[in-house]
C-alpha cells in the first residue's frame, strides 16, 4: 500500500511540476524542452534496478543505460588521449568535450534556451536524445488514462515504429547535414561509421519489451521475428539515408558550407587502406577493377550489397528501379571526378524507392521459410558480397547472425552449434580490416549454405 501510494505521489508532483501546454486553464503554451535523464531516474518511473512484474514497461529502462548502455558513456570517448589528439589536428576551438562538432553526437547538446532544467551534458546520449524533448510529456505520460499518441504530439519520438526508429538512431550512426563524420574527422581518428539496426540493438542492449504489447484490434507479434523485421527495415531505411546523404552532399548542402566533392568517406576506404603485398598475392589485382577505371576507390555500396537480394525479394518492381539507379550511382561514383549533378538526380531519384521498400518491409508479415530463403541466398552470393570490400562483408556477417538466430529459435535445428561456429568464423576474418581477403571470406561464406536446414 505503501509503495503505491509514493508512488501515486511522485506522478502526481512530476505531473504538476511538467503539466502539458495548455493543461491548465488559461496557460500559454509552453516550447518544449530537454530536462535531462535525472527527470526519469526514480524507481517507481525507469529507475528500478529488476523489471516489474506485471508492468506494461519493464521500469529498469533508466537502470539499464547507466549500467550496461555504451550510449552514456559517449562523451567520455571525448576526454580520453584520442579525443584530444583529433580535436588537435582538427583544430577545434575547444577541446573536443567542449567542442558542438563532437558534443552533436556524443551528449545531449541543446541551446541554453532549449533546458528546461540543469542537466550534465557529461552523462552521454540519453533519454531525450532518442525519445525527444520531454519537459511537455513527462508528467501527464504517467497518468492512466493518457495515450502513446498524446505523447507523440508533444514532442516524443515515435521509436515504437521501426522506420522512425531506424531513422533517429541514423541521425548520428550515418548522419546529417548539421552533423556528420567525413574524411577528415576519420583521418583525424574518428572510427569509420557502419550500422545494422537489430545487430546495433541487441548489444545496446535492448531496454523495451520484446514483442511489444500488440495494439487493439492487431495481433500479437510473434516474439521470433522481431529481430529479422529490425534488420529488414533496418537495412531499406539506413540504404536511403545514406543515398540521401550522397545527394546533399553532390549538392553542396552542407551546414558547414565546405564544397568538397568527391567526399571521400562516401568510398571504399579498404580501396586505398589496405596492406601492400607481392602482386602475385593481390586478390584485388587477380580480381580486377569491375565498372572503374584501376586506381579509381570505388563508391562505398556496402549498404546496398546484401540489402538489394532482400528486396529484389519482397518488392520486385521497386527493387528492379532501384536497382536502376543504385547501377547509375555507383558508376558515377566510381570515376575519379564524379558528375555532381549526375549523382545527385540518380540519388534523389533512388530514396523514395527505397523508403517505399521499408514500408513493405515493415508492415510484412515474417515466417521461417522466408528467413531461410534470406539465410540461403546471400551466401549464394558470396561473391559479389565479398567483392563489394570489408564494409560489405561486415553488412553480410551481421545479415547472418541476425537471421541465424531468429531461424534457430523457430526451427531448433540439430546442427545449430555448427552454424553458429560457421558465422563467428565470418566474424573473424573482419578483426584486422588491413589484412581481409575476399576470395577466403567468400568461400567461408558458401560454406554456410549447405549447413541449413
Known amino acids: ?68 548502455d555504451k550510449h552514456s558513456r ?31 553526437c556524443h551528449g545531449l547538446y541543446t541551446a541554453p534556451e532549449q533546458r528546461g532544467r540543469a542537466f550534465a551534458i557529461s552523462e552521454g546520449v540519453s533519454c531525450e536524445n532518442c525519445h525527444g524533448p520531454a519537459s511537455a510529456w513527462l508528467g501527464p505520460h504517467t497518468t492512466r488514462s493518457w495515450s502513446h499518441e498524446k505523447s507523440l504530439a508533444l514532442g516524443m519520438t515515435d521509436t515504437r515504429n521501426v522506420i522512425h526508429r531506424t531513422e533517429k538512431c541514423l541521425e548520428c ?20 561509421l557502419y550500422f545494422e539496426l537489430d545487430s546495433f540493438s541487441a548489444v545496446m542492449p535492448r531496454h523495451w519489451k520484446v514483442p511489444r504489447e500488440s495494439e487493439p484490434g492487431k495481433p500479437a507479434e ?34 558547414d558550407k565546405k564544397d568538397i566533392w568527391p567526399e571521400y568517406s562516401e568510398l571504399s576506404c579498404f580501396a586505398c587502406h589496405h596492406a601492400l603485398g607481392p602482386a602475385k598475392d593481390s586478390w584485388r589485382q ?7 577505371r584501376p586506381g579509381d576507390p570505388a ?17 520486385t518492381a521497386n527493387a528492379q528501379e532501384l536497382d536502376r539507379q543504385m547501377l547509375h550511382v555507383s558508376e558515377e561514383m566510381s570515376k575519379l571526378n564524379p558528375d555532381r549533378s549526375a549523382v545527385a538526380a540518380a540519388a ?5 524507392l527505397a523508403q517505399r521498400i521499408a514500408e513493405r518491409l515493415a508492415a510484412l508479415p515474417y515466417d521461417q521459410a522466408l528467413v531461410l530463403r534470406m539465410l540461403e541466398r546471400i551466401p549464394e552470393d558470396a561473391e559479389n558480397i565479398a567483392l563489394a570490400d570489408e564494409r560489405g562483408a561486415e553488412q553480410a556477417a551481421m545479415a547472418m547472425d541476425s537471421l541465424y538466430i531468429a531461424y534457430s529459435r523457430a526451427a531448433k535445428p540439430a546442427n545449430a552449434a555448427e552454424v553458429r561456429t560457421a558465422i563467428n568464423g565470418l566474424f573473424q576474418q573482419l578483426e584486422n580490416p588491413s589484412a581481409y581477403n575476399a576470395d577466403q571470406f567468400a568461400s567461408a561464406l558458401r560454406r554456410i549454405r549447405p549447413l541449413l536446414q
Open 173 to 192: 550512426h550515418l548522419g546529417t547535414k548539421n552533423k556528420f563524420v567525413d574524411h577528415e574527422m576519420i583521418a583525424a581518428g574518428h572510427p569509420d
Open 222 to 255: 510473434d516474439a521470433a521475428w522481431v529481430g529479422v523485421r529490425e534488420w529488414s527495415v533496418g537495412q531499406a531505411v539506413q540504404l536511403g539515408a545514406e543515398i540521401a546523404r550522397l545527394s546533399w552532399r553532390a549538392r553542396n548542402e552542407r551546414a
Open 348 to 352: 534523389s531519384l533512388a530514396v523514395p
Open 286 to 292: 587477380e580480381h580486377g577493377y569491375a565498372g572503374r
Open 299 to 315: 563508391w562505398n555500396a556496402s549498404r546496398y550489397a546484401v540489402f538489394r537480394l532482400l528486396a529484389k525479394q519482397m518488392d
Open 74 to 104: 559517449a562523451y567520455q570517448a571525448l576526454t580520453g588521449e584520442v579525443g584530444e589528439r583529433m580535436a588537435r589536428i582538427l583544430k577545434l576551438d575547444a577541446k573536443a568535450e567542449e567542442s558542438s562538432k563532437c558534443l552533436a
Open 1 to 68: 500500500m505503501r509503495k503505491t501510494k509514493n508512488s501515486f505521489l511522485l506522478r502526481f508532483m512530476i505531473s504538476l511540476q511538467f503539466s502539458a501546454p495548455g493543461a491548465l486553464a488559461g496557460q500559454e503554451k509552453e516550447p518544449v524542452k530537454y530536462i535531462g535523464p535525472g527527470s526519469c531516474a526514480a524507481t517507481s518511473c525507469h529507475g528500478s534496478v529488476k523489471p516489474i512484474a506485471g508492468s506494461r514497461i519493464l521500469q529498469n529502462e533508466y537502470s539499464t543505460w547507466i549500467l550496461q
